[in-house]
């Protein structure tokens, strides 16, 4: 039995034809199992939807009760027989409930990891590494620049200026899922314990990462607080928010930004950030292939980001590799931007 | 080296003046001597040793990179130093606490040969992360730009110990890295260094900028005026040190040191005295533009061809000191006697004094600002930037004093353009469109279009900004990163008048003109777009200029 016989890439994501399901579809299917909840692999106005607990909660969240005809909660580990195949959901280090899904079929192995990070994170189940024969990895930061380092070494950065420019507030744009409340965790794991306030578009999100028992201190809203009460505040606000007119209740601020991006000058500069802070939720060039190698996989399918860079990597490593093309993953951003603007 | 790494990643995004000084203030006072000094001189410039060739360090990521993966990246990225240094692979072998430091770095590079640099700098990059990697890189190969001039690392020096930064100034050419008897003084563990340099700098005298209204209520009997040159403030310094050599500088107004670049201004310098005047481009006895000088400023090497071509001359206004006598404190009068008598017996044409100006009353230098050329300046009235008014009585006093100086500018030149395209600012006004490319009209092949002419991010009150900021929002028609188009059509758009100092050719520019100091003078919300004005409206403006300024120059293709 090849690969393909068990999951058929499609425009629209992968298909998984003997189990009669899709793994984040970009369409409306019978069936989806979905890894996490970003909004580019967690779409609404699916039959049914196969998801950890969390994922499932962060679905509602966002698209309200009637997001899927019917919904089914997996746990980590547990494996669903789903016709001629089986399905388990493994921690995929991303963001809070995120998983990587692996399916056999006839003896053949193949994980679809979603979105993940094999590094350390205070808001979600450590990155489990499942053997497979087939990975299929995203690449969003698939090139031997991204080295992201050390993000306690950045929220170190972030105190510091903090404490440099005492009066001012500092603005950290992050992504409202996950992001937002990874800095918010780390910096209370540095030791800040002042009050961090944050934008009001993350708000339900982060109240729900705190009812899962994630500490993440006294979180305000800007909404609420007067001017004088945000100076020499952290204030954490989704990236677009930054050159919003929303971001002008700040008479001075320190702009930051939280994003694997910003290590690369040119795309911090573009951005207008004065504080890049090196943190991604997404693994980095070393992280994406020592996770192919760990997985002892054959075959590499990539799905999302900068492919080029990393299927020539897995060439010569005698590894077989293929694109994917699928339509309408993304940046967590720019999906949000373009929910926004749907919306 | 991380942490020297870590203030000059932090300086190369900062925007703000005041923040970047509270950075290297903040990094002074935290690091420890002798690393805190070297980086002191790499921010100031003044560390001089070989740099690596972008080719060494090419070959080093070649033998440890997959050349295809190399160069996706180094595509990716655009800058080289910058993609070496994210891509270095890391060593596992490669203990913690291993980063050299800056004074490893800065004196090893100072004696170790050709030969062994490779190996040393590839040790150095195996030890440092990311960001001290990029700034090793920046550093060995010259490329350190984070946006910081001399002057403002010493500014942040003396703010160590509470100093005006005119005392730092004073002190720099008898210091030498890594400065430790400097660190010493500021933090009060020490003497003042003492200052044996026979040629110093002293900090200048600067003007407030006049209205007619201000000086309408003096008395014009106390002062004296001259023409404001438009060319580049200088102090010109000779002194005899120990052995009785004369030793001359030349320092541009904020105390750095630019006499190599004019040996042929140096060479005047016969007696010991410190001149405080204007460096001009002197052609056939005529003073040429801002436009020629800037010729010979762009040019890096200093070449016998280039002292022909761009001579330079210096128009003297001021005696701060002759032989060792201090004349900083005798009224203005009489310091200009004795430039006269100086510059007699220098008695040299590339020195001059700048001519006063004869006036009785406040009318008068009205219409001397309006017409210098009938009212004494003659065929070098294109280089008069406008009228310096000083008082007889007054002593040169460092800083800017109110009341002694005034400098009162000829009235700008104003032309009304177009705004076609918004950038975002940074810092304070990053949520705000604030930086405007404006354009004129003019006839081209596809028919009447708006050419860019220029580029201005000043001169609009806060409340115009939220205007301009408002109009940018509504009016986007397309965007490109944080720029946006803005619409430009004959009927619909918005009119700025902007108002600048003068112009200049450039290949640079589609144009093929270039504005000095162009800023938003006022909106012009009344005015439709294809009112604005024209392309042949600026050209006519520049070849006026340049026959009133270069009549005879051979080759004046300028
Ligand atoms: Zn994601
Ligand atoms: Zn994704």
Redesign the pocket.
């Known amino acids: 039995m090849r690969p393909e016989d068990i999951l058929v890439p499609t425009p629209s994501g992968v298909c998984c034809k003997p189990g009669g399901f899709h793994i984040d579809p970009t369409r409306p299917v019978e069936k989806a199992l979905i890894t996490h909840g970003?909004s580019?692999?967690a779409r609404a106005g699916h039959g049914a939807v196969l998801a950890t607990q969390e994922t499932l909660d962060i679905m509602r969240l966002r698209y309200g009760d009637n997001f899927a005809g019917s919904i089914q909660a997996v746990r980590y580990g547990e494996i669903v027989k789903l016709g001629g195949a089986t399905a388990s959901f493994h921690p995929a280090g991303h963001v809070l409930g995120s998983a990587q899904i692996r399916v056999e079929c006839n003896g053949l192995r193949v994980v679809a990891s979603?979105?993940y990070k094999n590094v350390a994170d205070p808001t979600c189940t450590q990155f489990e590494l499942v053997p497979c024969d087939v990975f299929i990895t995203?690449a969003?930061f698939g090139l031997p620049v991204f080295r992201h380092h050390d993000a306690a070494g950045e929220i170190g950065k972030l105190l510091r200026s903090v404490e440099l420019f005492l009066e001012r507030a500092h603005l950290v744009g992050a992504y409202s899922l996950g992001k937002a409340q990874r800095v918010i965790a780390m910096l209370r794991a540095a030791g800040h314990d002042q009050p961090i306030y944050i934008h009001g578009a993350m708000e339900t999100i982060t109240r729900y990462y705190q009812s899962r028992t994630i500490d993440l201190g006294r979180v305000e809203l800007v909404r609420g607080a007067n001017k004088a009460e945000l100076c020499g505040r952290i204030v954490i606000c989704p990236p677009s928010a930054i050159s919003d007119l929303w971001s002008r209740r700040f008479p001075d601020p320190v702009v930051a930004f939280a994003s694997g991006w910003m290590r690369v000058r040119a795309r911090a500069r573009q951005r207008g950030v004065t504080l890049p802070l090196v943190i991604s939720d997404h693994a980095d060039w070393d992280g994406l292939t020592a996770t192919i190698t760990a997985t002892g996989a054959s075959e590499v399918w990539v799905t999302?980001g900068q492919e080029d860079a990393l299927l020539h990597w897995c060439r010569a490593k005698s590894l077989k590799a293929r694109p994917l093309d699928i339509v309408g993953?993304?940046d967590?951003e720019d999906a949000a931007a373009q929910a926004e603007a749907e919306a | 080296m991380n942490r020297f790494a870590e203030l000059l990643d932090r300086l190369a995004y900062e925007p703000g003046r005041n923040a970047k000084l509270r950075l290297i203030a903040d990094y002074l006072r935290r690091t420890p001597d002798p690393e805190r000094g070297w980086a002191l001189a790499a921010l100031t410039g003044a560390l001089t040793f070989k740099h690596a060739k972008a080719g060494m360090i090419r070959g080093l990521i070649a033998e440890r990179t997959d050349p295809a993966l190399f160069s996706l990246s180094y595509d990716y990225v655009g800058d080289l130093s910058e993609t070496v240094a994210l891509m270095w692979p890391l060593d596992p072998n490669q203990k913690s606490g291993s980063a050299p430091t800056l004074t490893e770095v800065v004196q090893t590079l100072s004696t170790l040969g050709k030969a062994q640099l490779p190996a040393k700098i590839a040790r150095w990059l195996d030890g440092l992360d990311e960001t001290g990697r990029w700034a090793l890189l920046k550093l060995v190969t010259g490329g350190l730009r984070i946006g910081v001039s001399a002057r403002l690392a010493k500014t942040a020096v003396a703010s160590l110990g509470n100093q005006p930064p005119d005392e730092i100034e004073i002190l720099w050419p008898g210091l030498q890295a890594p400065y430790l008897d400097l660190f010493a003084w500021l933090e009060g563990r020490a003497e003042r260094p003492s200052t044996r340099d026979p040629a110093p700098f002293r900090p200048p005298m600067l003007a407030h900028a006049a209205e007619k209204s201000d000086l309408a209520r003096l008395d014009a009997a106390d002062y004296l005026a001259e023409w404001k040159w438009d060319g580049i403030r200088v102090q010109a310094v000779a002194g005899r040190d120990q052995h009785g050599e004369l030793v001359a500088r030349l320092y541009s107004r904020t105390g750095e040191e630019i006499s190599k670049s004019f040996p042929d201004l140096l060479a005047l310098l016969r007696l010991p005295c410190a001149i405080d005047g204007e460096l001009l481009i002197m052609r056939e006895a005529r003073v040429q533009s801002f436009n020629v000088l800037q010729q010979r400023l762009n040019r890096k090497s200093v070449t016998s061809k280039l002292l022909a071509e761009f001579p330079a001359h210096l128009r003297a206004y001021d005696l701060l000191a002759e032989e060792d006598e201090d004349l900083r404190d005798r009224p203005f009068a009489t310091r200009r006697e004795r430039l006269q008598a100086l510059i007699t017996r220098l008695s040299d044409p590339r020195i001059d004094i700048s001519p006063l100006i004869s006036f009785k009353n406040w009318s008068d230098l009205t219409a001397a600002r309006a017409d210098p050329a009938s009212a004494g300046a003659g065929v070098d009235a294109d280089a008069v930037e406008g009228i310096m008014v000083k008082r007889r009585d007054a002593p040169y006093v460092p800083g800017r004093p109110r009341g002694p100086w005034w400098k009162w500018k000829r009235d700008p030149m104003i032309i009304d353009a177009v705004l076609m395209y918004a950038q975002r600012g940074h810092g304070k006004r990053s949520s705000y469109y604030s930086d405007y490319t404006f354009g004129v009209w003019s006839k081209r092949d596809s028919g009447e279009e708006l050419v860019p002419v220029g580029k201005a991010y000043f001169g609009f009150t806060d409340e115009e900004l939220v205007q301009i900021d408002r109009f940018v929002r509504r009016n986007t028609v397309d965007r490109f990163g944080p720029v946006r188009e803005v619409v430009h059509e004959p009927k619909s758009g918005l009119v700025l008048e902007v108002a600048f100092e003068g112009l200049q050719r450039s290949t640079r520019h589609k144009s093929g003109i270039a504005m000095r100091f162009p800023r938003i003078n006022r909106l012009r919300w009344d005015k439709p777009p294809a009112e604005a004005d024209r392309l042949e409206t600026l050209e006519s403006l520049l070849t006026q200029r340049e026959h009133a300024t270069m009549p005879t120059v051979g080759g004046g293709n300028v």
């Open positions: 970003h580019d692999h979603g979105d995203e969003t999302h993953y993304g967590e």
